[in-house]
C-alpha cells in the first residue's frame, strides 16, 4: 500500500489553529482525529482582522497629509462597464464600430413606472435604430426625442413619451395590446394639447409625436389601414400656420425633424402616384384608405417647398437632401401615366427635355465615392432613381446600354452590401431581377436585412418584388412598366410605404 498523497502546504484548519498539519489529502488526520472540518489546500481569500498591525498595509509618506488619522467620510469608486469593454475592443482594433456613450435621463417628471422606464432606455439603445429617416443621425435625433419627452410635464411632452413607449413596445413584441394602449394614450394626449396650442413652445412636440406615430404604422405595416399618411398630412396642416411665421430660423435638431417630414412626404407621393384603388363607400372600408389631397379639398397643407427649405441642411451632407429634392421633383414632373403615343410632336421634344435635364442633374448628384460604406446607400438611391426614369418613361432617352449598366452596377452593390433598410430601392432594382443570378443576390440581401434587429416589416417588398417576378416570367411580351407597377401597389390592401 503506497503513501497517501499530501499537499504542499498546510489546510486552511491547521493554519487558523496554529498547528503542525500533515497535508494528509483530501483530509488531514489533525482535523480527522479532532473531528473539525478540514478546509482544505485550496487557494483561500484573507483580509486584514480588525487591530491586527501586522497584517495592515500602511503607506510612509514624506509629505504627510492634514487629518490623515480621521477615517475618510466620503469614499469614491471608479467602476468599469461594458461600455468600457467595448471601448476597449474597439481602441485595439477587435471591433469596428466604436460604442456610443448615453447620457441618463436625471429626472422623471412625469412619475413613470418601471415597466415604462424599461421601455424608454429601450427606445433609446435599440427600438431607435428603426426609425424610418435617411441622412440624419439616428442617435442625434433620439437624443432630442428624448430632451422633447422630458421636456416639462405637458400633454405635449406626454404625446411624445407615450409613443416613444408605443414604439418600444411594438418593436420588442410585435403588434401587442401594450403597444396599442400608448399609441392612443398618445393621440389622446395630442388632442388635449392642441386645445390650449402654444406654438412657438409645443410645435416642435406636436411635430415629433406626430412622425414617431407615423413611424409606429410604418412599422407595424398595418395591413388594415394606411394610417401612416394621416400624420405626415396632419403634421403638413399644422406648419401651414407656423412655417409662414418662424421665418426658418431653425437649429439643428429641429431641421432633422423637418427632414425627416420631408422624406416621408416624398416618398407618399411615389406611392400616391401607383396607388390607383376606387374609394370604399363602406365606413368601415374606407378607414383603410390612405389621405390623398386634390383640388376640391379645402384643408391647407405647408408645401414640400416650405418643407425643404426650413429643414436646409448642412453643407457638408448635401447630397442627402438632394437626392430626396430630385426624387420629389421625379414624381412632379413625370406623369402619372404617360400617353407618348398620342402626345404631338412639340409636346414631346419639349417633354423628352425636361425628361435629359432631370436624368442629368440625377446622374450628377454629388455622391461621394460608393466604395465609402457611409454613401452606398445614396449610390443605390441614385441608380433606384435612374432605372425608374428611364422605365416609365419608355426609354425615351433611348439609352438602353447605358440603364443596362445601371441594373448591373445595382446588383453588384446589393451582393456586397450587408443589410438595406430604405425600401424604395429595394422595389425598383428587386423588379429589374431577370436571371437566376440576380434574383438570388436580391433574395440574400432580403434575407439579410430580415435577420437586422433593427429592420421593419418586409412583407409588401418581398411579395411585390416576387409578384413582378412571376408576371414577367408568364408574359409572352414584356409588359408596360407603369401598368405593371401600378397594378402591383394597387392590389395592396393599404397603400405601402416605400420609405
Known amino acids: 500500500m503506497g503513501r497517501p498523497a499530501t499537499g504542499k502546504r498546510s489546510c486552511g484548519t491547521c493554519k487558523d489553529r496554529k498547528i503542525l498539519c500533515d497535508r494528509t489529502t483530501p483530509a488531514c488526520s489533525q482535523c480527522t482525529r479532532a473531528k473539525r472540518e478540514c478546509k482544505g489546500y485550496g487557494l483561500r481569500l484573507s483580509w486584514p482582522r480588525e487591530n491586527d498591525a501586522r497584517r495592515a498595509i500602511l503607506m510612509s509618506s514624506q509629505h504627510p497629509m492634514k487629518h490623515r488619522n480621521n477615517r475618510i467620510a466620503n469614499a469614491f469608486m471608479v467602476r468599469a462597464t461594458h461600455w468600457d469593454i467595448d471601448m476597449y475592443m474597439f481602441l485595439s482594433a477587435s471591433a469596428s464600430r466604436a460604442p456610443v456613450l448615453y447620457e441618463p435621463v436625471r429626472w422623471n417628471p412625469h412619475e413613470i413606472g418601471e415597466i415604462e422606464w424599461d421601455l424608454l432606455n429601450y427606445f433609446q439603445l435599440e427600438a431607435s435604430r428603426s426609425l424610418t429617416i435617411f441622412g440624419s443621425d439616428p442617435k442625434q ?18 404625446a411624445v413619451l407615450h409613443s416613444m413607449f408605443g414604439l418600444a413596445s411594438l418593436y420588442r413584441y410585435g403588434w401587442n395590446a401594450q403597444a396599442m394602449e400608448f399609441k392612443i394614450s398618445s393621440l389622446r394626449a395630442l388632442a388635449k394639447a392642441s386645445e390650449t396650442f402654444d406654438e412657438s413652445v409645443e410645435g416642435v412636440h406636436h411635430v415629433a409625436a406626430g412622425m414617431l406615430l407615423c413611424s409606429f404604422e410604418v412599422h407595424m405595416a398595418s395591413c388594415s389601414a394606411s394610417e401612416w399618411t394621416w400624420y405626415v398630412n396632419g403634421i403638413k396642416e399644422l406648419l401651414y400656420y407656423d412655417v409662414r411665421h418662424q421665418k426658418c430660423t431653425l437649429d439643428v435638431e429641429k431641421k432633422m425633424l423637418m427632414n425627416w417630414l420631408y422624406y416621408h412626404d416624398v416618398m407618399k407621393q411615389f406611392s400616391i402616384r401607383h396607388w390607383q384603388r376606387e374609394p370604399k ?23 414640400r417647398e416650405d418643407i425643404i427649405f426650413c429643414g436646409a441642411p448642412l453643407p457638408t451632407v448635401t447630397w442627402i437632401p438632394a437626392i430626396i429634392k430630385l426624387m420629389s421633383e421625379l414624381c412632379d414632373t413625370v406623369p402619372t401615366k404617360p400617353f407618348l403615343q398620342t402626345t404631338s410632336a412639340d409636346k414631346l421634344a419639349a417633354y423628352a427635355n425636361r425628361i435629359k ?137 393599404t397603400m405601402p410605404s416605400f420609405v
Not at 452606398?376 to 433611348?398: F, H, K, P, S
Open 141 to 158: 435625433l433620439t437624443n432630442f426625442l428624448m430632451c422633447l419627452s422630458q421636456n416639462g410635464k405637458t400633454q405635449a411632452s406626454t
Open 281 to 303: 363607400r363602406d365606413s368601415a372600408e374606407s378607414i383603410s384608405q390612405p389621405q390623398i389631397p386634390n383640388e376640391s379639398s379645402t384643408r391647407k397643407l405647408a408645401s
Open 357 to 493: 435635364i432631370l436624368d442629368w442633374r440625377i446622374r450628377n448628384i454629388p455622391i461621394p465615392s460608393p466604395a465609402k460604406k457611409s454613401s452606398t446607400i445614396g449610390y443605390l438611391y441614385q441608380l433606384a432613381m435612374l432605372i425608374y426614369l428611364n422605365r416609365v418613361t419608355e426609354n425615351i432617352l433611348q439609352q438602353a446600354s447605358r440603364l443596362q449598366e445601371y441594373i448591373d452596377d445595382a446588383f453588384a452593390i446589393l451582393a456586397e452590401l450587408d443589410t438595406c433598410k430604405p425600401h424604395f430601392p429595394m422595389y425598383i432594382i428587386g423588379w429589374e431581377a431577370r436571371t437566376e443570378e440576380q434574383r438570388v443576390t436580391y433574395l440574400e440581401m432580403l434575407e439579410r436585412t430580415r435577420k437586422d434587429p433593427s429592420s421593419r416589416s418586409l412583407f409588401h417588398v418581398e411579395a411585390l418584388v416576387q409578384a413582378g417576378w412571376t408576371q414577367d416570367d408568364l408574359a409572352e411580351v414584356e409588359l408596360n412598366y407603369w401598368d405593371k407597377v401600378t397594378a402591383l401597389v394597387s392590389v395592396c390592401s
